[in-house]
């Protein structure tokens, strides 16, 4: 077991293949110890050299809705007012901060992705 930092895209490609040939490996053994430090290191990398964005405000609530079997009614609910629903999800309305507020603790959606400026 020869582990290494992952410095290039040449060292990443290698740890793939690696990690590729050890998948299956058993907790407790050695292969199972580098299948655990090179997903780690991996990991590392990726988060780096491969960023993923926060998603827009919008359609995280739109998305989470879907997930949760909600329509512009619930939304609403939770909002306040139909129309004020109509008008966030179609971009006219800006979240207040009481919106935010609301809309993580009923949608479960991080607020640090309803705070973001979006269009």
Known sequence: ??????????????????LEMIF????????GDE??????LIDQYENEHFPIGLPDPIEAIKF???????NQNDLANIVGL????SE???RKRKL???MIRKLHKVLHI???VLIQTYQ
């Open 88 to 90: 966030i999800l179609n």
């Open 1 to 18: 077991m020869e582990i290494k930092p992952i410095k290039t895209v040449k060292d990443y490609n290698q740890a793939l293949e690696r």
């Open 96 to 98: 207040s901060l009481e």
């Open 35 to 40: 299948l655990e430090v090179l997903g780690i």
């Open 110 to 112: 991080p607020t640090d």
């Open 64 to 70: 989470r809705m879907e997930q949760m079997g909600y």
């Open 24 to 31: 299956d490996a058993k907790n407790g053994t050695s292969e």
């Open 82 to 85: 139909k129309s004020r629903a």
